[in-house]
């Protein structure tokens, strides 16, 4: 696609409840990165994807956090049970190769969780 | 530990003036430097870029950084600020471990007296 692509573009979701937020990347990026933007904690990096395998998952804050991502392509973060410090916009990002390439931003999903 | 340090969370300066926002970092090896710029409600946006070679970078919006090793510093610069420049501003250190991933600072809010 043209750009890196988000949704929904908002969740509001009830402690407890799991979520997931899709993140579909430029065509041809091999490359995918999550981030978490809060207020007080900045732009926090998650996880990241090389093709289909995540050699760094270093950020994902707890076992409630999980991403996947199939056929080099489309990546789902899947929060379960989620709690009220879970809130925060989540950003994806995608790059042709890796560190050498430039990392294009989506909108990010911005969730809140009552 | 790689970290980012952004002194400035809030910057103002008036139109026409000149800017510099400052970033220092911490990494054992030779950084990959980046400056992203983030408008309301939107993504990030890369405003430049180093990785080797001359330690002055152009950007994209009129925005130029410069590397100095010696000070840890990747300072970025504008000569004239538009009013259209007001929007929050992300040093970040990349190529850690060969991967892509970004390590951010904290983010310098920019506004732009008329």
């Known amino acids: 696609g043209a750009g890196v692509s988000q949704s929904p573009s908002n969740k509001v979701t009830e402690k407890g409840k799991d979520v997931e937020l899709r993140c579909d990347p430029i065509?041809?990026?091999?490359?995918l990165y999550w981030y978490r933007q809060s207020l007080g904690q900045g732009l926090e990096f998650l996880i990241y994807f090389q093709g289909n395998s995540a050699p760094d998952k270093s950020g994902l804050p707890s076992d409630r956090f999980s991403a996947e991502r199939t056929g080099g392509s489309v990546s789902t973060l899947t929060i379960q049970r989620t709690q009220q410090e879970d809130s925060a916009v989540y950003l994806c990002?995608?790059?042709?190769?890796?560190?050498?390439?430039?990392?294009?931003f989506g909108q990010g999903t911005r969730l809140t969780v009552v | 530990a790689q970290s980012v340090t952004q002194p400035d969370i809030h910057i103002t300066v008036s139109e026409g003036a000149s800017l510099e926002l400052r970033c220092n970092y911490s990494?054992?090896?030779?950084?990959?430097l980046f400056w992203y710029v983030q408008s309301p409600g939107q993504g990030l946006q890369l405003l430049l870029k180093?990785?080797?070679?001359?330690?002055l970078v152009q950007g994209i919006k009129g925005f130029e950084a410069e590397f100095k090793r010696s000070q840890s510093s990747f300072n970025l610069r504008k000569p004239s600020v538009h009013w259209s420049d007001a929007a929050e501003y992300f040093c970040?250190?990349?190529?850690?471990?060969?991967?892509?991933?970004?390590?951010f600072g904290q983010g310098t809010e920019l506004s732009v007296k008329p």
């Open positions: 990002a995608s790059s042709l190769t890796g560190s050498y390439t430039e990392a294009f």
């Open positions: 990494y054992g090896a030779t950084p990959y």
């Open positions: 970040a250190v990349g190529g850690i471990r060969g991967g892509g991933k970004l390590i």
């Open positions: 180093y990785f080797s070679g001359d330690t």
């Open positions: 065509s041809g990026h091999t490359a």
